[in-house]
């Protein structure tokens, strides 16, 4: 019984020992220019070594698919001068990432700068600190903007940066004096209770008032440092009128004096917490920057979160370490992805081939390399197109699969078999393309064939069902008309392999399944219509 049957093709006697080696290597080289072409097209800056990089790998593999007499003798000499194209595109495609990576990375810093700023203006205007019409604030608003139109990405970076500080001591002096006006309020309230309690006029105890009245006013501002302003004036013209009333002689040292706010305000406290404020940002974006890029875990467990309430000095010191590790994680990054992405392409050209064994280990192994070396990538290729240039090296050309084909098709038919082939002029790209059907002399069953991408010949069972028959959906008759047709099929498939010998066509069976294994697959006349017709 037989529900899958994969063989390969070999003739015994070959007019063309070559067979399709070279078109296999010759459809490497050009998938791989035209990959390096749609990469080096897409980069925004094109820097003088990538491009000096991508002229030369173009030039040679231009000049490899010329069929030079010499670089194509032999399969071990195209093999030996494709992996030194190989070796060019490697770096190639290391600098290319590595430009790409510079380029992404220093996007994402400079928004992190950028929302840096932008939070604390927010902050400014949400925390009531300070009126988006402040003279202060619409400065700031505006060197954000003028920054934005600088041309050089580097140059607009450091301009953020060196805002931030200014910002973030802004902020914070402005929160700090915000308890301060509370409590000189608190104060001035008080002496003018008392100055209620003199022995004072109507029209003085009226200007008392009034003053009471300005000072509650002063809340409705949203801006701190307006309410300073305002605070000083007031408080200078509360002492002047305590002084009236107590009889002594005011002068007015507003030009000399610092206000109470001004004096109470800790400098030293507020440039700390400013110049912390940039330490654990760019702290924090080279961590996880570096959690984010070691996707291998090889470093995660050497650096711990950042910790904001650690003195200044220690902070310095984890952000130099923090973008040290970041620079050389960055290094690395280029060529562990070069070799992932060629060892991802290999393993899925391998994981077809029943007969990739060991190399498709090894290359799998590499893959999940915390460290994969170039080295080891170049013994993995070298193996694998050594492997496929000898595999390749027995197939056959266009005309021999025709003749296979035909031959196949006239034996199918003498045995009772239905074969509609369409009127094609390349018979073997039709079977890569799409299965062919060839019906059974069994009613309702039918032999889907197709060649896989080894060029190797897949003979697929399926039961072919069109609905008006309800004995078509009963269970037990199924499996029992399974078991007929697949026995009946596997002997003439052995009978067809022995007709084909006659004609010096060998069938090497690779794989041979019955339906408890590979279950026949059920489908309607309109899905095979639908196939052809799609096909």
């Known amino acids: 019984m037989s529900s899958l049957i994969v063989v390969e093709v070999s003739l015994v006697h070959s007019d063309d020992d070559t067979g399709q080696s070279f078109s296999w290597i010759e459809k490497?080289?050009?998938?791989?220019?035209?990959?390096?072409?749609?990469?080096?097209?897409?980069?925004?800056?094109?820097?003088?070594?990538?491009?000096?990089?991508?002229?030369d790998l173009i030039k040679r593999g231009e000049s490899?698919?010329?069929?030079?007499?010499?670089?194509?003798?032999?399969?071990?000499?195209?093999?030996?001068?494709?992996e030194s194209l190989f070796r060019k595109a490697e770096r190639f495609k290391i600098v290319l990432v590595q430009i790409l990576l510079e380029e992404h990375e220093i996007k994402l810093m400079e928004e992190t700068y950028l929302n840096e700023i932008q939070r604390y203006l927010s902050g400014l205007s949400d925390e009531h600190l300070m009126s988006v019409e402040n003279q202060q604030y619409v400065a700031f608003s505006q060197k954000v903007m003028r920054i934005s139109d600088v041309e050089s990405l580097s140059d607009r970076i450091l301009q953020y940066k060196t805002l931030i500080p200014e910002l973030a001591l802004l902020y914070h002096t402005s929160r700090q004096k915000r308890p301060l006006i509370h409590n000189r309020i608190n104060e001035l309230k008080k002496e003018l209770a008392s100055l209620e309690l003199k022995q004072v006029s109507m029209q003085d105890l009226e200007i008392i008032h009034s003053f009471t009245k300005e000072i509650s006013k002063i809340f409705g501002?949203?801006?701190?440092?307006?309410?300073e302003t305002q605070l000083i004036e007031i408080d200078a013209r509360i002492s002047a009128f305590s002084h009236q009333i107590s009889g002594f002689e005011h002068t007015d040292m507003g030009d000399l004096k610092k206000s109470d706010i001004e004096t109470s305000l800790n400098k030293v406290l507020i440039t700390k917490e400013a110049s912390k404020d940039l330490l654990v940002l760019e702290a924090d974006f080279f961590h996880g920057r570096i959690r984010f890029l070691d996707y291998d875990n090889t470093e995660d467990d050497d650096y711990e979160p950042v910790d904001k309430d650690l003195p200044?000095?220690?902070?310095?010191?984890?952000?130099?370490?923090?973008?040290?590790?970041?620079?050389?994680?960055?290094e690395k990054i280029p060529e562990k992805t070069v070799i992932r992405q060629e060892l991802d392409e290999m393993i899925q050209s391998l994981s077809v081939d029943p007969d990739a064994g060991a190399l498709l280990d090894a290359a799998m192994i590499l893959f999940h390399d915390p460290f994969p070396e170039l080295r080891e990538l170049a013994v993995i290729r070298r193996q694998y197109d050594t492997y496929f240039l000898q595999k390749?090296?027995?197939?056959?050309?266009?005309?021999?699969?025709e003749r296979v084909i035909m031959a196949l098709n006239n034996h199918l038919q003498v045995m009772g078999y239905r074969v509609h082939l369409k009127k094609m002029n390349h018979l073997r790209d039709a079977f890569r393309k799409a299965s062919i059907e060839i019906g059974t002399p069994l009613p309702h069953y039918s032999v889907m064939i197709s060649v896989n991408p080894l060029d190797e010949l897949v003979f697929r069972m399926v039961r072919v069902v069109d609905g008006l028959d309800m004995n078509?959906?009963?269970?037990?008759?199924?499996?029992?008309?399974?078991?007929?047709?697949?026995?009946?099929?596997?002997?003439?498939?052995?009978?067809?392999?022995?007709?084909?010998?006659?004609?010096?066509?060998?069938?090497?069976?690779r794989l041979r399944k019955n339906p408890e294994e590979v279950p026949i697959h059920q489908v309607t006349r309109f899905d095979l219509l639908t196939d052809d017709y799609i096909s």
């Open 28 to 55: 490497r080289v050009q998938d791989l220019l035209s990959g390096v072409t749609r990469r080096y097209d897409s980069l925004t800056q094109k820097t003088p070594k990538i491009t000096r990089l991508y002229d």
């Open 472 to 509: 078509e959906f009963d269970p037990d008759r199924i499996q029992e008309n399974d078991v007929t047709s697949s026995k009946a099929w596997s002997d003439d498939f052995d009978s067809l392999t022995n007709e084909l010998k006659d004609e010096n066509i060998v069938l090497i069976e």
């Open 312 to 330: 200044s000095e220690r902070l310095a010191l984890q952000r130099d370490n923090l973008q040290l590790e970041y620079g050389l994680l960055k």
């Open 64 to 82: 490899f698919l010329k069929k030079d007499p010499i670089t194509w003798k032999t399969p071990d000499s195209a093999r030996k001068a494709m």
């Open 392 to 401: 390749k090296r027995k197939s056959l050309s266009d005309d021999e699969w």
């Open 221 to 227: 501002h949203g801006d701190v440092n307006l309410q």
